[in-house]
């Protein structure tokens, strides 16, 4: 079945340690994203990308990187820069324009924790 | 910028029918999307509106009017599954912005 696939489910990270999200998509799409949750804070974008070897930052993109080397594959370090950084993170992805660009899929999501 | 509002928390009795508002400020604007998400979940889609009026998708309806910059979720025949937090989403190109979510509580 086709979908996104992260991991770790559940990652703990002690202060001043970088950790790495994996995202993977087998749904042939172009665009992929990654959000972060926070409790009644909704989905905050971090970073995203539309195409291979091109990303753009997002609303909250400092203390966090990202690469995109294969279509897909879109992993996200969250780096010891980003100063709160327990959160859910959530991984999507599109298809191509009209109503498949407004369509996100969702990965199951990470939820980290700092110690 | 864009920016989406609606309400933070809905109750509602089973088997009724509730309404989630989403008003936008949106400098440009292509559609309206909606999703649901359960406590510890992921969210998942629900609708689109890129043109105004009503979109029905069994119990579940949204509605957009562009000239208000308005839209709802209208879920009907609610059952205690329905309880999740709802977010509205707008788009202008890509990517999408969302609302804070609803908090929506199904009880008997």
């Known amino acids: 079945d086709g979908g996104i696939t992260q991991s770790p489910k559940y990652l703990f990270r002690k202060e001043g340690q970088n950790v790495t999200l994996s995202c993977e998509q087998n749904l042939n799409h172009d665009a992929m994203y990654w959000y972060r949750q926070d409790p009644g804070q909704g989905l905050r974008l971090i970073y995203y990308s539309q195409i291979v070897n091109d990303f753009q930052k997002g609303d909250i993109a400092e203390g966090y990187s990202v690469s995109r080397e294969k279509k897909e594959s879109f992993p996200l370090t969250v780096t010891s820069a980003q100063k709160n950084p327990t959160a859910f993170y959530l991984c999507?992805?599109?298809?191509?324009?009209?109503?498949?660009?407004?369509?996100?899929?969702f990965g199951a999501g990470s939820r980290l924790t700092v110690l | 910028g864009q920016s989406l509002e609606q309400p933070s928390e809905v109750t509602a009795v089973e088997g009724a029918i509730v309404q989630i508002n989403c008003t936008y400020q949106?400098?440009?604007?292509?559609?309206l999307s909606w999703y649901q998400q359960h406590d510890g979940g992921a969210p998942t889609f629900l609708s689109y509106n890129a043109l105004d009026g009503l979109e029905e998708t069994g119990r579940f309806s949204s509605f957009l009017s562009r000239s208000d910059s308005y839209g709802y979720l209208l879920l009907q025949e609610l059952q205690m599954k329905d309880s999740a937090s709802y977010f509205c989403?707008?788009?202008?190109?890509?990517?999408?912005?969302f609302g804070k979510g609803t908090r929506l509580s199904v009880i008997a």
């Open positions: 989403a707008s788009s202008k190109d890509t990517p999408l912005v």
């Open positions: 949106t400098s440009g604007f292509y559609g």
């Open positions: 999507a992805s599109t298809g191509q324009g009209g109503r498949g660009a407004n369509v996100l899929t």
